[in-house]
């Protein structure tokens, strides 16, 4: 976007104090956006894996998070204000997200973040956001402990009142996936296998776990490493197991490479997986040995939903890359829930937004908890731990070299 900048007030009054910009701006289309008169300029970040590995579902959450900026400009969402969003590239590491979250709350424009994909990132951001009373919102993060704490089955205290998230929890994910390999495909012997990360030993445990409360048997574990190529000697433990069934807790890099060397070796069953394998990526990756494979993921189909058909054809219109299926629409209300509580700070403020820093994020903090709208995958809110109410999960399988939902409802945890 190109933007002609007329004045540029810059305050003196305080270290918190926002900057205002008098400005008019236009896209590349020549569509003007926002007021003609001074605007403050807020920043919302975006932390995912814009590069390398993950980088298929990263790349979808930065550009869902950037179409609801551009609407909340072209629609002058919050009067006198004009968005814009800084994506920071985490490569699916922890320790570059802590150094993305003190780079994003260090910025005095930045009211929010959007992210990131991984729960083992986000575990060492929480604190850094928590620190600068600035809300995090991720539209991917699964694990229970991030939200409810690391006793979250026997005792839950939320740790950080700054975070929460649009997508439900591996405990309704893990035991959503077990009910249907149990109840829906009728496989009564599963091989479960870990990447040994945060996310993906967490969701294997809860798949394990349910699983046997269903009748069913763990025939066998084992975990990998994120990175490896070869599993030669994981397939081999699979064949003789006996499984009808493996369960892998991770993401589709390694996956994709598991079940095409199973398939190699003649073990003609499917694989299981979390959201964290839900991409295109997978099937392009794995070929034909994906046929049959599964994979659950949060909430409904994007292309079932009324409500996100514009940001659909607007994402394909873009050519934006990666794959907005798993989570660009939650990052786009994530986004939306952060902008709604600025409006909510500045219709509290006589239509204005606070001019200092603190003040607002403080505010937004607690604008985003009393959340409560439509949004592109249906009711935003949150509950008093910081996860969303919307709890529908979905099954889907690849048939034809694609995916396509085959089951959708909700987790049974009795």
Not at 140 to 157: I, M, S, V
Request: glycine share 12%; with cysteine.
């Amino acid at each position: 976007m190109r933007q002609r900048s007329l004045v540029i007030l810059t305050s003196v009054l305080t270290t918190g104090a926002l900057t205002l910009t008098a400005c008019g701006s236009r896209d590349d289309s020549g569509d003007k956006s926002g007021d003609s008169g001074a605007a403050t300029t807020l920043t919302i970040g975006v932390d995912a894996p814009l590069s390398g590995e993950n980088s298929t579902t990263g790349l979808g959450i930065q550009y869902g998070a950037q179409i609801a900026v551009d609407d909340a400009n072209k629609n002058n969402w919050v009067p006198g204000v004009k968005f814009k969003l800084k994506a920071l590239d985490d490569k699916a590491q922890p320790a570059t997200g802590q150094s993305n979250a003190t780079s994003l709350t260090g910025d005095k424009t930045a009211v929010g973040a959007v992210g990131p994909l991984n729960s083992g990132v986000a575990q060492t951001m929480q604190q850094v956001f928590a620190s600068a009373n600035m809300v995090q919102i991720s539209p991917a993060n699964t694990a229970p402990e991030l939200t409810q704490g690391k006793n979250w089955q026997t005792d839950k205290k939320r740790p950080f009142k700054t975070y929460f998230r649009t997508a439900t929890t591996d405990e309704l994910q893990g035991s959503f996936a077990a009910g249907y390999a149990y109840n829906g495909l009728k496989k009564k012997k599963a091989f479960v296998v870990d990447d040994k990360q945060t996310y993906g030993a967490g969701l294997a445990k809860i798949f394990n776990e349910q699983f046997k409360k269903l009748g069913g048997k763990v025939v066998g574990t084992d975990h990998v490493n994120t990175g490896d190529k070869d599993f030669g000697s994981l397939v081999t433990k699979i064949k003789n197991s006996g499984a009808d069934l493996l369960y892998y807790g991770g993401q589709y890099d390694e996956s994709a490479l598991i079940t095409k060397q199973l398939k190699d070796a003649g073990v003609k069953i499917p694989l299981f997986g979390g959201d964290g394998m839900f991409a295109s990526t997978y099937i392009e990756a794995a070929g034909k040995a994906s046929e049959g494979d599964l994979a659950t993921a949060i909430g409904v189909p994007a292309d079932t939903l009324p409500a996100a058909k514009t940001f659909i054809q607007t994402y394909k219109d873009k050519g934006y890359k990666g794959d907005y299926g798993a989570y660009g629409a939650y990052a786009y209300d994530a986004t939306t829930a952060i902008i709604k509580a600025v409006k909510a700070a500045a219709d509290a403020n006589g239509g204005k937004v606070p001019t200092d820093i603190n003040d607002l994020r403080s505010k937004v903090v607690d604008g985003v908890q009393k959340s409560d709208f439509e949004g592109l995958t249906g009711k935003i809110s949150f509950d008093q731990y910081g996860d969303t109410t919307n709890k529908q999960l979905t099954v889907y399988q690849v048939e034809k070299g694609a995916w396509k939902d085959v089951e959708t409802g909700t987790a049974d945890l009795k």
